[in-house]
């Protein structure tokens, strides 16, 4: 075992979205990541071996439907530090396995539970998605060009940015306290709360009067020329960062705006400047400009695709996207200098790791087939993958 979390255990209830990336992000710090997996799987899961956000876990099966599968949680659960949810609220109550009965059995547990709308108020037990959340938080307001709707930034900004990484800062906060304390709490991490939160900057802008509640108009939406993406003569892209008066100073310069362009935060005359600016790059193609640009402080990059991020020299010598078992993928983050994270296990199989976990976690009756009367709920794994699209914050419906 490697990594800052080294020794803490988790225990994960199978689900998809920013659950599983929260546990991914333990398992990659070295916490020892056990994810409950159902017996019945759905046909539109994919292949568990490339589901990547299962890496660096063990898979046991456990139906929490038959007769003992609570109680067979419960036995995971009081050897665990940490627990991850992701049903809708009072699902895990009704199986029996929420807050309640996992504090009694284990009073030093944080129980994290991972929502769209949070376990309370007049959304909480409706369906969502991450483009919900960004709508209702505001958030979504602002991305995307004044003349067209807000652009959709994938699945990142809710669930893995409001969701996961919320999600694990609260179950490392309330892992200390418990450390502390000997005292567990129950984590609620809403991607809609974490979405505003992320935020924040701009409601002190807004205040200030320097931000306008609309798209198109502000210098960190893409609506100020020196901030905004370009297009090469041959259709590549390319990001302008030249928000500093010496980055743009060093921007213009290199792109030969000359003296008669428009000021840089001369607001009246932006569309002037912007038309100005595409033209420049409109002249040349990508390779010219990577060359033009390169070794500069005026804050231009190459707007690259994944596979083209991948093989770029900067990210190959930090090792930023590394190839495990013939995939590749980004590497753990953040680096640590005495306890350094790793890919230590490829994604986990459903229900493989039963003997292991129940070695390695002192829970006997779980291993083998003479286990005893309890074995069977995690019994081996069919063959069809098992990830159930509808275990999400967006339809939890176990």
Request: proline share 10%.
């Amino acid at each position: 075992m490697t990594g800052p979390l080294a020794g803490v255990r988790v225990v994960e209830l199978a689900g998809i979205g920013p659950g599983p990336f929260a546990a991914m992000l333990l398992g990659d710090l070295g916490a020892d990541v056990v994810r409950v997996d159902r017996p019945n799987g759905s046909p539109l899961a994919g292949d568990p071996a490339l589901d990547l956000t299962n890496r660096n876990k063990r898979s046991v099966l456990l139906d929490l439907k038959a007769p003992d599968g609570a109680d067979r949680l419960l036995d995971l659960v009081g050897r665990a530090d940490l627990l991850i949810e992701g049903y809708r609220p009072g699902v895990a109550e009704r199986l029996g396995v929420g807050p309640e009965p996992c504090l009694a059995r284990n009073p030093a547990l944080v129980y994290g539970r991972m929502t769209g709308w949070g376990q309370q108020g007049p959304l909480a037990a409706t369906a969502g998605h991450d483009i919900d959340y960004l709508a209702l938080s505001g958030v979504l307001s602002m991305i995307g060009p004044a003349d067209g709707p807000p652009t959709v930034p994938a699945n990142l900004l809710g669930d893995y940015a409001g969701g996961s990484l919320y999600l694990v800062v609260g179950l490392l906060a309330a892992l200390q306290h418990a450390r502390a304390t000997g005292q567990g709490q129950v984590v609620d991490a809403a991607i809609v709360d974490g979405t505003a939160h992320l935020a924040t900057l701009f409601w002190g802008l807004l205040a200030e009067g320097r931000w306008q509640d609309r798209r198109g108009v502000n210098f960190l939406d893409g609506s100020a020329p020196c901030y905004a993406v370009y297009q090469a003569s041959d259709g590549g892209h390319f990001a302008v960062g030249a928000l500093e008066p010496q980055f743009y100073a060093e921007f213009a310069r290199l792109l030969d705006l000359g003296p008669q362009a428009p000021g840089q935060y001369d607001t009246a005359r932006w569309p002037e400047l912007r038309a100005l600016i595409a033209t420049r790059f409109a002249s040349r193609t990508s390779a010219e400009w990577d060359a033009v640009f390169a070794g500069t402080d005026a804050c231009v990059t190459r707007v690259l695709t994944l596979r083209q991020a991948a093989a770029h020299p900067h990210l190959a010598a930090r090792g930023t996207y590394p190839t495990q078992g013939g995939v590749t993928q980004p590497a753990p983050a953040p680096r640590f200098s005495a306890t350094p994270a790793a890919l230590r296990r490829p994604p986990a199989r459903p229900g493989a790791d039963t003997a292991e976990v129940a070695r390695d976690w002192g829970l006997p009756e779980l291993a083998g087939p003479h286990a005893g009367p309890h074995a069977a709920p995690f019994a081996a794994p069919p063959a069809a993958p098992l990830v159930d699209p509808t275990n999400s914050p967006e339809r939890q419906q176990p």
